[in-house]
């Protein structure tokens, strides 16, 4: 594990309430959506913003992902990777999907510079080795490649790290911000609330390129 998880950041930032083995609790299908739909359409505002959406995306990985990838329309080619067997196979738009417990083992297995963008939408709260995975986004990243993190104020809260719980939404944004600012080979990230005076749930983005 990266130590710097341990310098960077307080005590206990990235323990959870529930430390029992992430398979167990998503065992469990859900097949519902975790964000409204207005905050699915800021996600895939900005996805096709990046152009991540449609035919001229490249190919695009969508770690953390579930049986909706929330794209407008379906990349070039679309791997996806998470925790329940069941969804992700009912993932309309993914290619190729895999199983993957992120928190057990963090590590992509695809080669390097493989994608040209990788989603991560309303999970990265639940990463305990989140600079393990970044440094692993970079890895599988083309370079100029873009690694687009969304999140909502919902959450489930025993799998959540505490470090997310103990902040509000704009300090969440810096935590992701702080993510990508340590991991090797990414740009200065963005950090946006993408949809501004919308009466249901906030959608936040942090995003950054690849150098080169
Ligand atoms: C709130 S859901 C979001 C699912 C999907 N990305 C979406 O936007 O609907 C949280 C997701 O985080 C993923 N996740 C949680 N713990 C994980 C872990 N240890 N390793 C990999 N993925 C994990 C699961 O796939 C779960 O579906």
Do not use: Q
Request: aromatic fraction near 12%; charged fraction near 25%; proline fraction near 7%.
């Amino acid at each position: 594990m990266d130590p710097r998880h341990a310098t960077e950041f307080p005590p206990g930032f990235f323990a959870r309430d529930d430390e029992s083995d992430d398979g167990g609790f998503y065992g469990f299908d859900r097949f519902v959506t975790h964000i409204d739909d207005g905050a699915i359409a800021a996600v895939g505002a900005l996805y096709a913003e990046l152009g991540l959406s449609g035919p001229a995306s490249g190919p695009v990985l969508d770690i953390c992902s579930s049986w909706i990838s929330h794209f407008p329309d379906k990349p070039e080619r679309l791997v996806i990777t998470g925790m329940n067997a069941n969804e992700l196979a009912a993932n309309e738009m993914a290619d190729e999907w895999a199983v993957k417990d992120l928190n057990a083992e963090p590590t992509l297995p695809f080669d390097d510079d493989a994608f040209a963008a990788v989603t991560c939408a309303v999970s990265v709260d639940y990463l305990t080795r989140p600079l393990d995975v970044f440094a692993e986004v970079a890895r599988v990243l083309r370079p100029g490649g873009v690694f687009v993190c969304t999140f909502s104020n919902r959450c489930f809260p025993t799998k959540a790290v505490r470090g997310w719980l103990a902040n509000n939404d704009r300090g969440r944004v810096n935590i992701v911000g702080r993510y990508f600012d340590l991991t090797e080979g990414f740009e200065p990230p963005v950090g946006e609330h993408r949809n501004h005076g919308a009466v249901g749930d906030p959608l936040y983005a942090v995003w950054a390129r690849t150098e080169g």
